[in-house]
């Protein structure tokens, strides 16, 4: 199992557990709930009685104070008594706009007893024989706010992880572009030397009377140039490119020309064009060419040096221009699809899983457009698009 394998166990075992201790925090917090409920049903069904006793005519007076103590110490939990037709006796702990009419007052008082009459079941007080009053209860704000709390909670912590992980992510970004870039300025030095050694040589080979028209100077001066082109895209993937309108079409086929030379004849290169004459793009040249490089290099190794690569140019309706590369290759696995692309990902034995990861970052950081897998079939072949 590699590093990327366990970032994905990792990262499945975090979501595990942070789903376990949202479930502990709702779980505990409705027992607290549910236990403040059943609290606050036992002060209501206490204020019940007290109001019972309280109009009770043979009532004490000690037991009138008493009784006047226990109505007196809720004054959290809204309460709405009213008669056998529903029709409102008395309130407590429902506060209202000192400055509204009656009519309004009256009006507000109605739309708290139906809240509470889709609250809870009302208790039911016998005064006397034949006369039934009611009391209608709700929660008290205490406990809607722990209701609602662990949603806030769990709200907060999620938005507080939901910005820890945008800072993590840009963070990491921002340390790869600074490999990426570090790796690539270095590359780009060290080949420096050598190229210039090699352009040095051919000059003293050229000035040679024996060796000067050997058929061996102008192989070599194309490879120096190949060289010089390697060393400008690693160059230019260490700092911020720079495009520039190209022809689409010629770019493209500069780069087969180049590659039909040097892969197998087993494997015919074609090109197929919708796309209407000196149609251009905004590119960087070495970059793009090493896309298109990369992609048909893995084309002519899937097909194992003997196929058939097609490239295909259109354009859609959001005057995109898109470029298909197909092979009749060996295809790629469903499940690896989405891999394809990951730093380290390979189907070679001495492959270092880089050239699709660079492919990607050139296309979609520098160029801002699209490469993915189009379809892909196990040994009838692949097809990756992309969107400029």
């Known amino acids: 199992m590699n590093i990327y394998d366990n970032k ?17 925090s709702l779980w505990y917090t409705n027992v607290l709930v549910n236990n403040l409920a059943q609290r606050e049903q036992r002060l209501i069904d206490l204020y019940a009685k007290g109001l ?60 708290q007893l139906f809240e509470l009459q889709n609250s809870h079941a009302p208790i039911k007080l016998e005064i006397a024989p034949g006369i039934v009053n009611y009391i209608y209860y709700g929660d008290s704000k205490l406990l809607n706010q722990l209701k609602y709390y662990p949603y806030i909670q769990l709200g907060v912590i999620a938005l507080f992880a939901f910005l820890t992980y945008l800072l993590f992510s840009y963070t990491r970004n921002a340390e790869q572009n600074r490999v990426w870039a570090g790796m690539a300025k270095e590359t780009a030095h060290q080949l420096g030397t050598p ?13 040679d009377v024996l060796l000067k028209d050997h058929f061996a100077i102008p192989e070599l001066e194309k490879d120096i140039k190949r060289l010089d082109t390697v060393t400008a895209r690693f160059s230019n993937i260490g ?16 780069s087969v020309s180049y590659l039909q030379l040097r892969i197998s004849n087993r494997v015919k290169i074609s090109m197929h064009s919708e796309l209407t004459p000196q149609t251009t793009v905004m590119i960087n040249k070495p970059l793009f060419e090493w896309v298109i490089e990369n992609l048909c290099k893995n084309a002519v190794d899937a097909m194992a040096g003997s196929g058939k690569l097609d490239i295909f140019l259109q354009q859609d309706n959001l005057k995109r221009i898109l470029i298909d590369v197909q092979d ?16 380290g990902f390979t189907t070679k034995k001495r492959g270092w899983g880089l050239g699709l990861t660079l492919a990607k970052r050139i296309i979609e950081s520098y160029h801002k457009g699209q490469i993915f897998v189009k379809t892909s079939e196990i040994d009838k072949g692949t097809t990756f698009r992309m969107v400029l």
């Open 328 to 343: 009749t290759g060996k295809g790629i696995a469903k499940n690896k699809i989405k891999e394809v692309f990951r730093p």
């Open 195 to 207: 190229i210039s050694s090699l352009m040095a040589w051919v000059e003293l080979f050229k000035s």
């Open 239 to 254: 700092s911020k490119p720079l495009l520039k309108e190209e022809i689409i079409e010629d770019v493209i086929q500069e």
């Open 52 to 111: 019972k006793t309280l109009v009770s005519e043979n009532t004490s007076d000690n037991l009138s104070f008493l009784f006047n103590e226990i109505i007196e110490t809720n004054d959290f939990i809204p309460v709405i008594l009213t008669d056998d037709k529903r029709q409102i006796i008395n309130t407590k702990n429902i506060y209202i706009n000192p400055d509204w009419d009656v009519q309004k007052k009256d009006k507000f008082f109605k739309s």
């Open 8 to 24: 994905a166990v990792l990262k499945f075992l975090i979501v595990i557990v942070a789903i376990a201790l949202a479930g502990l």
